[in-house]
């Protein structure tokens, strides 16, 4: 059984910051690509940013510049940092990831149960 627990969102103030969290656990064999979404009222789920195992990193245009994708591979741990945020960046965000199991010993894709971010003054 694997999970994805996110933290770290809550309420800021537009030009503030936050920075996201997702910690996955359980049977954990490796994992693979690692990502956060986010989903606004009555607007389809969009990628934020996304890291591959090695690093490499791809944002979304509406991000680029203000947010960070990382990842500790040791901990199984993935970050969004979120700089000069904005009203439209006012969102559920999940986090995603591409995890191989000790169970059944397949590549499966995850999601974390989400985070509010509101940006508003």
């Known amino acids: 059984q694997v999970q994805l627990v996110e933290s770290g969102g809550g309420l800021v103030q537009p030009g503030g910051s936050l920075r996201l969290s997702c910690a996955a656990s359980?049977?954990?064999?490796?994992?693979?690509?690692m990502g956060w979404y986010r989903q606004a009222p009555g607007k389809q789920r969009e990628l934020v940013a996304h890291?591959?195992?090695?690093?490499?990193?791809i944002y979304a245009d509406f991000v680029k510049g203000r947010f960070t994708i990382s990842r500790d591979n040791a901990n199984n741990t993935s970050y969004l940092q979120m700089n000069s945020l904005k009203p439209e960046d006012t969102a559920v965000y999940y986090c995603?990831?591409?995890?191989?199991?000790?169970?059944?010993?397949?590549?499966?894709?995850?999601w974390g149960q989400g985070t509010q971010v509101t940006v508003s003054s």
């Open positions: 995603n990831a591409d995890i191989k199991d000790t169970i059944s010993w397949r590549t499966s894709d995850y």
């Open positions: 890291i591959t195992i090695g690093g490499s990193k």
């Open positions: 359980g049977s954990i064999f490796s994992i693979n690509a």
